[in-house]
């Protein structure tokens, strides 16, 4: 019997070790080799725990010296053959992955190969591979690349295999430099929207030693997307992008590992880890539709290269989904559209029974929500939470259905059916209060007082203090509950905030909550909100009598309401009309002039020439 085999096995180890024969972790290694049967490693490992706590307890229980050292020395040589079959069973799976994974692109279609060795490598898979793995799978490749007689199949094999091999090569050099660069004098966090970022991309494009790796990085640097650099590649092949592939998914999981080591540091975290696996999406899906331009290449590296990146992008977001701090409410801006929208809700469709995927499709669909809102896509971005909600509450993650009841809300608000928003607003408060969710009580309160002022704003009759004091308190316990990383939020709490003092003609307090309420719209990528701020503080200056930032935040907020085909693009021209005519139609325009400065940054220079285009159009209205 298999039992009494092992139970010898394991007698014969421990008299062998006891007498000097085995000394070596291979020794047993080899031994473990030859005897342990193909489908039997379970009932081993059980022979093996049970024999070491008979050990155990033989050694607690013994009074004799003598009998308990032989038991101490026994046991000794149990607990090495058990540090080894650990060992040798990772040895084995890698093996078996590395088997599974040639069985699978020999066998696939040859267009699909490249696709085939990226899913086999992708982290959410049963089995993720480092470097070491990697560098068995590359030999196993090379192996599979000699030994069959197809030269076609071989020329693709072994294209993955050098492939493999450069992409560790490559990542080696970089490795020491993951985050050298953090250390380096007046160094930002490497993933700022300037027009040159620093961060990381200046160091590696120095040490990385290869030209194309290179080309990426300094594309990087000068802050371009990575579709310039994608649709310029002339002589890429498949063994260039599996370099590449290797090499971007080290440098991540390196910079994602450092992150979350560092949760008190000003330069760490898991907010930075958070933004460092959307900034390599990012990459991957402008990599994407790069390689679909790219025609200098042929025709079937376009395709497949574009499959395999944007493939990578969806890993990362899975992969990001499955962690504590995946933002349910903002700080990540994922824009997915036509092919690449549909390709992403297949993939997480694999399979929707499990229910760790369901969740992770719903939270998903909630970040593709809100980035659909702020492209202003309202109508893809309900579709999106309304899916998102529904399989939130099937896998019960109530802080994802929290937060797509107050991304209902915040599209409420938008629509600007305030009864709606409300009343989302009350159902996500309640069950955030239930759960505990702070995160999702703040939005929740949020978007409450906001709904609330606003109503208010509506009515015919005249609002008093009395009036705003719930809404006033509600979004000033949001603010105090808020992450200072959520900075939608705390902007919706601002401009209620600024809004609210306005009506009750408190405009020095109005001023300041809306200055904040601009700076964090802006920061975010909300023009809706960005264009009331700017609507609601000129009319604060104006009743302050700084007649030149009125006329300055009237014009922004004129034009960016009015690009958003927000109505109340009409309430900034109506109190540029109102200062034109007290100022004479000379002097307003030198005013304006003198605005300029301000205004391009924020509208461009077709912007400020379009603002007397709008004047008129409100004049004749």
Same mark, same amino acid.
């Given at each position: ?93 890698? #093996?078996? &992955?590395? *088997? ?6 020999? $066998? =696939? @279609? %040859? !267009? +699909? ?22 560098? #068995?799978? &590359?030999? *196993? ?6 030994? $069959? =007689? @197809? %030269? !076609? +199949? ?468």
């Amino acid at each position: 019997m298999v039992r009494d085999r092992y139970n010898t096995f394991l007698e014969h180890v421990i008299t062998e070790t006891l007498a000097g024969r085995i000394q070596s972790e291979a020794q047993l290694e080899r031994l473990l080799t030859e005897q342990i049967e193909a489908g039997t490693g379970e009932i081993f490992e059980r022979i093996l725990d049970e024999q070491l706590q008979s050990l155990q307890q033989t050694v607690n229980a013994e009074t004799d010296e003598l009998k308990q050292a032989k038991a101490t020395r026994k046991l000794r040589a149990l607990k090495k053959l058990h540090a080894a079959w650990e060992k040798w069973q990772k040895q084995r799976q890698a #093996q078996d &992955a590395s *088997a599974s994974a040639v069985q699978q692109i020999r $066998t =696939a @279609d %040859p !267009a +699909e190969r490249l696709t085939v060795l990226n899913q086999a490598l992708d982290p959410n898979q049963g089995h993720g591979f480092n470097q070491s793995q990697i560098q #068995q799978l &590359a030999k *196993a490749l090379q192996q599979a690349a000699e030994q $069959t =007689a @197809d %030269p !076609a +199949e071989a020329f693709e094999l072994q294209q993955l295999a050098t492939g493999l091999k450069r992409g560790l090569e490559s990542y080696q050099r970089l490795e020491p430099h993951i985050v050298s660069w953090m250390y380096e004098s007046q160094q930002a966090v490497g993933f700022e929207s300037s027009q040159v970022v620093y961060g990381p991309w200046k160091t590696w494009a120095t040490q990385v030693g290869r030209p194309t790796l290179q080309a990426l990085f300094e594309g990087q640097l000068q802050n371009q997307p990575a579709i310039l650099f994608a649709g310029n590649c002339t002589d890429l092949d498949s063994s260039g992008w599996v370099e590449l592939m290797v090499v971007l998914r080290g440098l991540q999981n390196g910079l994602v590992a450092w992150l979350d080591k560092q949760p008190y540091s000003i330069q760490g975290g898991q907010h930075l880890a958070g933004v460092t696996f959307l900034v390599f999406s990012v990459i991957w899906c402008e990599l994407s539709a790069g390689f679909q331009q790219a025609s200098a290449l042929p025709e079937h590296h376009r395709r497949a290269f574009s499959q395999a990146s944007f493939q990578s992008a969806l890993q990362i977001l899975r992969t990001f989904a499955r962690r504590d701090n995946f933002p349910l409410y903002g700080g990540v801006f994922a824009s997915f559209s036509g092919e690449g929208f549909r390709e992403t809700i297949a993939y997480l469709d694999q399979p929707l029974q499990v229910v760790e995927n369901v969740q992770e499709k719903a939270r998903i669909l909630t970040v593709l929500g809100y980035s659909q809102r702020l492209l202003g896509q309202h109508e893809r971005a309900l579709l999106l939470h309304r899916e998102a909600l529904e399989l939130a509450r099937q896998a019960k993650d109530q802080r994802c259905e929290i937060a797509n009841l107050n991304h209902f809300s915040r599209l409420s608000l938008y629509r600007k059916d305030y009864e709606e928003a409300t009343n989302h607003a009350q159902y996500a408060l309640i069950l955030a209060r239930q759960v505990g969710d702070r995160q999702g009580e703040a939005n929740a309160l949020a978007s409450l007082g906001y709904s609330q002022v606003m109503a208010l704003r509506q009515q015919d009759e005249a609002v008093t203090p009395d009036d705003l004091e719930l809404p006033i308190q509600g979004l000033e316990r949001a603010q105090k509950l808020a992450d200072k990383d959520d900075v939608q939020n705390l902007a919706l709490c601002a401009v209620g905030l600024g809004i609210a003092y306005t009506l009750t003609e408190q405009f020095p307090q109005a001023k300041q909550a809306l200055e904040q309420g601009v700076v964090m719209a802006s920061r975010v990528g909300d023009r809706d909100l960005q264009g009331l701020s700017h609507a609601y503080l000129a009319e604060a200056c104006y009743q302050l009598q700084q007649t030149e930032l009125a006329v300055c935040h009237a014009c922004l907020g004129m034009y960016l309401l009015e690009q958003r085909g927000n109505v109340l693009w009409e309430k900034p021209a109506a109190l540029l009309t109102i200062l034109r005519g007290q100022l004479g139609a000379e002097n307003f325009a030198t005013l304006l002039n003198s605005c300029r400065s301000n205004l391009v940054p924020v509208i461009g220079v077709d912007g400020f020439d379009h603002l007397p285009v709008l004047m008129t159009r409100y004049h004749g209205a």
